[in-house]
C-alpha cells in the first residue's frame, strides 16, 4: 500500500514539476520536489524503496521528458540507493539531516547531468554550471526539504504507511 501512495505521490510531484513548478524559479531554477521525495523515502524506509521508487520516478521522468532514457532513472535510482544505505548510519528524526543530504544528492544529479553532457557532445563550461546553476539548486532545495522531510517522518509513523 505504502509504495503505491508513494508512487502515486511521485507521479503528482512530476505532473507538478512540469506544469506549474516549471513558471516558478528562484535564480534561474526550479524546485526538484522528487529528488527530495526520493531522499526522504531513502533515508526513512531503506535502501531497498529508496531505489525502487527512484528507478520508477526515473524512469517517469524520462518517458515523459527526457532526451535519453535511463538518466534520470539511474541517476535517482543510485541517489534512492545510496540515501537507503546512509539510513543506517543516522538518526533519521534529526531534521538537518534531510537537507544535508538532499545537498549531496543535488550535487551528484549535477555531476551525472554534465558528464552525460560532456559524453554526448555537448560543450559548455562546468565552472559557469555549477557557480550559476548547482549551488543555486543546492540552496534552493535543502530549505525546501529542511520542511518537507519532517512531514515524510510523520507520515512514516502512521499505521497505513508501516
Known sequence: MRILILTLLL??????????????????????????????????????????????????????????????????MLIGYLMGIISELVYRENRLISPLFTALSIFIYHVSFYFLQYFSGIEFSILQYFKNITVVSILVNSVIAFFIYPIFLKLSQQAFFR
Open 11 to 76: 507521479l503528482f510531484e512530476i505532473i507538478l514539476e512540469s506544469t506549474v513548478l516549471s513558471f516558478i524559479s528562484i535564480g534561474g531554477v526550479t524546485l526538484n520536489l522528487v529528488l527530495i521525495t526520493i531522499v526522504s523515502i531513502g533515508l526513512i524506509y531503506g535502501k531497498i524503496e529508496g531505489m525502487s521508487l527512484g528507478l520508477i520516478s526515473g524512469l517517469l521522468c524520462d518517458i515523459l521528458f527526457g532526451r535519453v532514457l535511463g538518466f534520470h532513472a539511474l541517476s535517482y
